[in-house]
């Protein structure tokens, strides 16, 4: 199970630059991927990231709490249905 980013999350940008393997990203455009986001299938879990954020954002997928639950699926959306990694170099 990857780490996600919630809903709680406000583009301060920490996160990506404590995670080892860059699967961190900022949703763009902004309007429609408001967040940051994680890449499930590259995210190593290794929890680093966890610290990094200030607004406790980022939880383990089978901790998310019950309010933020519906936030999961941004993460995979992100990547396998929206721009991914192709909207970092716009
Ligand atoms: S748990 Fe580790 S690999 Fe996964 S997003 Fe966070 S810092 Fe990156
Ligand atoms: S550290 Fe937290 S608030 Fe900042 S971009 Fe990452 S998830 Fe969002």
Do not use: S
Request: net charge negative; glycine share 8%; aromatic share 14%.
């Amino acid at each position: 199970m990857p780490y996600v980013i919630t809903g709680l999350c406000n583009r301060h940008g920490g996160c990506a630059l404590a995670c080892p393997v860059a699967c961190i990203v900022p949703g763009n455009p902004v309007e429609q991927w408001p967040y940051y986001y994680i890449d499930p299938d590259a995210c190593i879990d290794c929890g680093l990231c966890v610290p990094a954020c200030p607004y406790n954002a980022i939880w383990p997928e089978e901790n998310v709490p019950d309010f933020l639950r519906a936030d999961i699926q941004g993460n995979y959306d992100y990547f396998a249905k929206g721009p991914g990694y192709a909207a970092q170099t716009l």
